[in-house]
T-cell receptor, first 113, second 112 residues
Framework: NAGVTQTPKFRILKIGQSMTLQCAQDMNHNYMYWYRQDPGMGLKLIYYSVGAGITDKGEVPNGYNVSRSTTEDFPLRLELAAPSQTSVYFC????????????FGSGTQLSVL | GENVEQHPSTLSVQEGDSAVIKCTYSDSASNYFPWYKQELGKRPQLIIDIRSNVGEKKDQRIAVTLNKTAKHFSLHITETQPEDSAVYFCAATKSSASKIIFGSGTRLSIRP
C-alpha cells in the first residue's frame, strides 16, 4: 500500500514549456486534490475531483488543467509555464467527503526559469 | 463560503512548556476540524481531528478543543519537545462540502 505517489519529485522548466505532474493513489479514495505551497506560505487549492470524470476549480486554477479518467490517477497539467508557477505541488486524497483525513503525496518541487 | 483564520503565525516556546494555536471559522455548519503538521521539507500529515459533537479530544501530548458557540478551536501541545518544531495548519469542513478550507499556518519553534 503506497498511499499517494507523486512524480517527479523535482523539475526545472523554462518559461513557456508545459509538463504534467503525476499523482496516483491506491486507497480507492474518490476525493483527490491538488495544492500548491509557495515558500513559507500555506496551502492553496488548485483543482479537485470528487470522482472519476468529475473535476472542479479551487482557489487558484489559472494556468493549470486536470483530468480524472480513473479513480486512481489525477494528473495536473501546466501549460505555458510562468515564473509565478514556481512552487511545491502536493497531491492529496481523502478518505471521506469534505476533504476529511487527507493523505498527501511527498510533493513536486517545480522551478520555472 | 467558509473562512478559517489562524493565530499566531509564528510561536516560539521553551522546551518543556506548552504551546497553544487558535483558529476561528465562519461557517456554523462546519462539523469537522483537523490539524496537520508539516515538518521542514516534508508533506503535511494529519495529527489530530475533532468532530462537532465533542468538545475535546486528546492523544498523548496533543489535544484539540472546540467551542461551537464561539466558532473557534485550538491545538494544545504539552511538554513540548524539539521534534514538535514544524508548521501546523488547522482546517474546517462540513459533510456536504467537497473540499476543506485551511488556515494560513503557524510556525512553531521549540527553544532548547
Amino acid at each position: 500500500n503506497a498511499g499517494v505517489t507523486q512524480t517527479p519529485k523535482f523539475r526545472i522548466l523554462k518559461i513557456g514549456q508545459s509538463m504534467t505532474l503525476q499523482c496516483a493513489q491506491d486507497m480507492n479514495h474518490n476525493y483527490m486534490y491538488w495544492y500548491r505551497q509557495d515558500p513559507g506560505m500555506g496551502l492553496k487549492l488548485i483543482y479537485y475531483s470528487v470522482g472519476a470524470g468529475i473535476t472542479d476549480k479551487g482557489e487558484v486554477p489559472n494556468g493549470y488543467n486536470v483530468s480524472r479518467s480513473t479513480t486512481e490517477d489525477f494528473p495536473l497539467r501546466l501549460e505555458l509555464a510562468a515564473p509565478s508557477q514556481t512552487s511545491v505541488y502536493f497531491c492529496a486524497s481523502s478518505e471521506g467527503q469534505g476533504g476529511e483525513k487527507l493523505f498527501f503525496g511527498s510533493g513536486t518541487q517545480l522551478s520555472v526559469l | 463560503g467558509e473562512n478559517v483564520e489562524q493565530h499566531p503565525s509564528t510561536l516560539s516556546v521553551q522546551e518543556g512548556d506548552s504551546a497553544v494555536i487558535k483558529c476561528t471559522y465562519s461557517d456554523s455548519a462546519s462539523n469537522y476540524f483537523p490539524w496537520y503538521k508539516q515538518e521542514l521539507g516534508k508533506r503535511p500529515q494529519l495529527i489530530i481531528d475533532i468532530r462537532s459533537n465533542v468538545g475535546e479530544k486528546k492523544d498523548q501530548r496533543i489535544a484539540v478543543t472546540l467551542n461551537k458557540t464561539a466558532k473557534h478551536f485550538s491545538l494544545h501541545i504539552t511538554e513540548t519537545q524539539p521534534e514538535d518544531s514544524a508548521v501546523y495548519f488547522c482546517a474546517a469542513t462540513k459533510s456536504s462540502a467537497s473540499k476543506i478550507i485551511f488556515g494560513s499556518g503557524t510556525r512553531l519553534s521549540i527553544r532548547p
